[in-house]
């Protein structure tokens, strides 16, 4: 067998370096089964795959096909039975050899022969089969740890990437599981404690189907309680696999700035050694914590923003003869300081009105202070009688005497009744020019002019009038609303103000002012900054009756 | 089962993506590539022996939508055994939740990074292998060209 020798070292020489370059198991069969059905003598080679429990996972044949009752006679010759039915295949014998590696499935080949073989030497190069398949395994195992490491390091540095993304909470608990799963677990579920309890807030599995059918077990749910009360107690619990029908379990405390934010929850079905390690799993909620704490510390100081803004406004305005008036705020997206827009409308003991609106620059603590000062001062003398250009310049005066480095841009419509509809005298220091949505025509453009307050010892003031026929409305409005801009710089202004006014011509006055601040915050969208708008519109002129 | 899995997707780079992935992670598996839903809403719909076993559906896609793609699939009683993937990087919630309720058997986020990309298509395709509905794999062995005589 000399020669033949020769022949098997070279096509075992060919199967090592064939089987050290695959990347899969899968690859595995067509490489090391046709060689040793090439024997001389060999009618079939077999290969089973066996699951943990010693059941056959996969089949692979050369020779006789193995399949429908023939895979009985395989497990039991894999077993070292011999079934009678073999040699009713032409089998004379049947040689078998298996391989075993920790975490990784074991493998039996079975080698039928007839009666011309020489079953030594099968033998003994089913042995060498067998060595080269076991480090051919070895190998892919090697490998496949190293890709999951660098899917780990991927799924890391893409969870921070994702989670550091968005400060909305429920976007940071969504994301979360669906980068987990099925990444590194089957299935994946976060809980945030609120109100001093944990809430499932976000769930994934790989297959929905069964995560709520699982969900839906109350023994289950009530499994998870305790696992999750157990983790915020530090305790960490069993998971009972079986109940949760899955193979393993993890649980995790979600732990940011030394306080326990929640806890996740990891269903795994895979194999032992595809688990990721705790540390990871421990890392990962960590980052996820983070996230979420970051999350509801923003949100919690984007409320108490809106609040303090809304203490800054009037609560409602006041009911004037003749006229409707209704007005929006808009806290911008990513504010999380009080801005400085504010407005009022203040009607006056002889009929008249005035509307008044500014903003202070800056956000923050000063700029709030100064813009309830600036409010209230414009609002108490405009009340009291004063002509607009006096409040603005006692304001200008108190703005210069307190020594702040913040202007106010303010503009005041006064409104009075006339045979033709209202008459607006509109006094401006540094604020945008109204707009006035006419009735039945395009929306026009008022003056602007004046230079902001608190900057001038005496302050530049400019004036001019509009005159509003029945339906017409004056709108007034914080730089806010047609500077946002678009994701390619464009302001709202320059693209889409006079579109958005054509839109809501008509409209409610109280819808109208919501939805063209809607509008603008849509258009410029996370980028908007806050947004005040004041509308007035004319009813009929005649005193005591309010245009519908 | 069989090893041919469809994969409907219209962006290149995804196609590319996937093609790469599934032939590292599962060689054997044969994947046919569909631009459109219409495409292979045609192609389903053909008599034959060889459906495929498992179907990676994207969801925005010109014309037929993935969602679309899902339902028509799910009203078709011969494609019951089909496991249906949604491989999507949409993050909305109500995309997600409409897919569950039109019978996906998973919606699977697509990842940014290629080594995960690769892992999550393996991962989704060894779980649904592993699952009953699947069954156990059987495969003839074909040796490589040149390899050996022996039959397969």
Known sequence: MRESDAGWAAALHRMWSSVSHITARDDLAQLILPPLQALPGVVAVWGLRHAADDSVLEYRWTGVPLEGERRDLARAAAAGLTPPGLAGLGFAQVLRDRFDLDGEAAGTILVAVDETADVPVIRTCLGQVIEVTREAIRQLGQRRAEHAQQTRDALLAEASLQMDAVLDTTQTLRRIPRMAVPAIAEGCLVYVVEDGRPHLRSSVHVDMRRLSGLLGDPAVTAHLTELVDGALKGVGLPADAALLATRAADV??????????????????RDDAAIPPVAFLRDLAARAALAIDNGSRYERRRRDVVTMQQHLLPTRLPEIDGLEAAAAYLVGDRIIEV??????????????????????????????????????????????????ARAMTRLNARLRLDGSWRFVTAGVASMRLSAGGVVVDWVSAGHPAPVVLRHAGPPERGDGGGAPLGVLALPSIAGSRLVLAPGDTLIIFTDGLTESRGPDGVMFEDHALDEALDRLRGRPIDELVRELAAASAAFGGARTDDIAVLAIRAGNCERGERHE | MNDLIFVVEDTDEDVEAIERAISR???????????????????????????????????????????????RARADRTLDDLTIVVFSSSEDQAETDAC?????????????????????????????????RSGNVARMVVPPPGESSAQT
């Open chain 2, 100 to 132: 569950n309720a039109a019978g996906a058997d998973s919606y699977i986020f697509k990842p940014l990074n290629f080594s995960l990309f690769q892992s999550v298509l393996s991962q989704t395709l060894d779980y649904w292998r592993s699952r009953p």
């Open chain 1, 339 to 388: 801005g400085g827009d504010f407005y009022d409308v203040v009607a006056a003991a002889d009929g008249s009105a005035a509307a008044l609106i500014g903003d202070v620059c800056g956000r923050g603590v000063e700029a709030a202070a100064l813009t309830g000062m600036a409010r209230h001062t414009l609002a108490a003398l405009l009340q009291e009688g004063a002509t607009p």
């Open chain 2, 25 to 71: 992670s599962h060689p054997r598996l044969r994947p046919e590539f569909f631009r459109s839903g219409a495409e292979v809403l045609a192609r389903l719909a053909e008599p034959g022996p060889v459906r495929p076993w498992l179907m990676l559906l994207d969801l925005n896609m010109p014309g037929e939508s993935g969602i679309d793609v899902l339902r």
């Open chain 1, 252 to 269: 995790q405390p979600l732990r940011a700035r030394g306080e326990v934010v929640g806890v996740m929850v990891f269903l795994f079905d």
